[in-house]
C-alpha cells in the first residue's frame, strides 16, 4: 500500500535529499527569486510559507527554529527582512510562474518561483 508517502524523492537517498531541499530553500530566501523546474518548486512552496509564518511570531523561539533549519545568513534574512513585510497577510507568499520553456535534457518545465 501507499499510504503516508508523500513527497518527491528526485532520485537521491533521504540524507541527500533533505540538503537538496534545503539548498533550495536557502538560495530561494536569500535572492527573493528562484528559477527551477516545476517540481522542484511545488516542493518547496508549502515549507517556505511554514518558515514565513514562523518568522512572522518574532520571537525568540522562532528565530531559533529558523536557524536551526536555515544557513543564518538566510535566517536572518526571513526574520529581519521578508517576514516584517507579510504581517498583515494571512499566506499565499509565494508565487509559482510557469516559464513556458522546458529543461533541453529530460523536458522538465521551467518555472520562476518568487514572493509576492
Known amino acids: ?17 533533505r540538503q537538496f531541499i534545503k539548498g533550495l530553500l ?15 518548486a511545488k516542493e518547496i512552496k508549502p ?8 518568522a512572522k511570531k518574532q520571537d ?5 527554529l529558523l536557524l536551526k533549519r536555515l ?10 527582512e521578508i517576514a516584517p513585510k507579510y504581517q498583515e497577510r494571512k499566506g499565499g507568499y509565494l508565487r509559482i510562474v510557469k516559464l513556458g520553456t ?4 529530460d523536458g522538465a518545465p521551467w ?5 509576492v
Open 26 to 40: 536557502n538560495n530561494l530566501i536569500i535572492r527573493e527569486s528562484i528559477k527551477t523546474t516545476e517540481a522542484r
Open 102 to 105: 522546458s529543461r533541453k535534457r
Open 60 to 64: 525568540l523561539a522562532s528565530l531559533r
Open 47 to 54: 515549507l517556505a510559507e511554514k518558515l514565513v509564518t514562523l
Open 71 to 80: 544557513d543564518k545568513k538566510a535566517a536572518m534574512k526571513i526574520y529581519h
Open 111 to 115: 518555472v520562476e518561483i518568487k514572493f
Open 1 to 17: 500500500m501507499h499510504h503516508g508517502k508523500k513527497g518527491r524523492k528526485f532520485g537521491r537517498k533521504t540524507g541527500d535529499r
